[in-house]
């Protein structure tokens, strides 16, 4: 079965970059890998994903031009590029994986992380 394991969340201060790992276990390549995230009261969001090949990639407008979404398919990992983090970046966040090619809707991802806590403080 599917396994995504993240890490990499901590706190940091606003303007702070930080970098999110996902290392994925029994996932055929061609799977389309990204990030979702949930802040305390609020709805879960898409943040970002990716092809298999790199070819497609999508953001959300609150993380566009600040996060780059990457993948080593030779291990299996994704990764989560956060710079000029801000304090309404707080969230925990769950790396995920979709049989699709390429999507960002939520129901597409059928599998998912734990997730991993990130904290920015202002």
């Known amino acids: 079965q599917v396994e995504l394991v993240e890490s990499g969340g901590g706190l940091v201060q606003a303007g702070d970059s930080l970098t999110l790992s996902c290392t994925a276990s029994?996932?055929?390549?061609?799977?389309?890998m990204g990030w979702f995230r949930q802040a305390p009261g609020k709805e879960r969001e898409f943040v970002a994903s990716?092809?298999?090949?790199?070819?497609?990639?999508g953001y959300s407008d609150s993380v566009k031009g600040r996060f780059t979404v990457s993948r080593d398919n030779t291990n299996y990992e994704a990764y989560l590029q956060m710079t000029s983090l801000k304090p309404e970046d707080t969230a925990v966040y769950y790396c995920?994986?979709?049989?699709?090619?390429?999507?960002?809707?939520?129901?597409?991802?059928?599998?998912w992380g734990q997730g991993t806590q990130v904290t920015v403080s202002s």
């Open positions: 029994n996932i055929p390549k061609y799977y389309c």
């Open positions: 995920v994986a979709s049989e699709a090619v390429f999507t960002k809707m939520e129901e597409r991802f059928g599998h």
């Open positions: 990716i092809d298999w090949s790199g070819g497609y990639i």
